[in-house]
Nanobody
C-alpha cells in the first residue's frame, strides 16, 4: 500500500523559507516519479516540482523556478521541497505525489498517489 506522509508546512513571513518533506513507502522507490503540487482556495491545482528518482532529473513550474528546489534522499525514501523567498502567492495546501513511468509526461496532480497535504501560509 502506497503511503506518502508530508511534513514541514507552517506559517512564515514573506521572504522566508520552509522545507517540506515527504516520506514514501509501499512502492519501488528507485523507479518512481515524485513531485509536489499545490492548491489554494479558489484556485486550480498547480504542479510545483517533480523529480525522476532514478535519474535525478527535475522539473519546475515557472512560478517557482529559482526559489524552490526539489531533492531526494534515497536512503530515507524521502523527497524534499526547499522553498525560499516565499511570497503570499505561495500560500496553499501542498501535496506530495508519486507515480511511475514518464515523470514529465503528465501533470503532477495526475500522479497515481498523493499524500494528505501540508499547509503553507505566507504573510506579508
Amino acid at each position: 500500500q502506497v503511503q506518502l506522509v508530508e511534513s514541514g508546512g507552517g506559517s512564515v513571513q514573506a521572504g522566508g523559507s520552509l522545507r517540506l518533506s515527504c516520506v514514501a513507502s509501499g512502492f519501488f522507490w528507485r523507479r518512481s516519479c515524485m513531485g509536489w503540487f499545490r492548491q489554494a482556495p479558489g484556485k486550480e491545482r498547480e504542479g510545483v516540482a517533480s523529480i525522476n528518482v532514478a535519474s535525478g532529473r527535475t522539473s519546475y513550474a515557472d512560478s517557482v523556478k529559482g526559489r524552490f528546489t526539489i531533492s531526494q534522499d534515497n536512503a530515507k525514501n524521502t523527497v524534499y521541497l526547499q522553498m525560499n523567498s516565499l511570497n503570499r502567492e505561495d500560500t496553499a495546501m501542498y501535496y506530495c505525489a508519486a507515480d511511475g513511468g514518464d515523470c514529465f509526461a503528465r501533470e503532477i496532480y495526475e500522479y497515481n498517489s498523493r499524500g494528505q497535504g501540508t499547509q503553507v501560509t505566507v504573510s506579508s
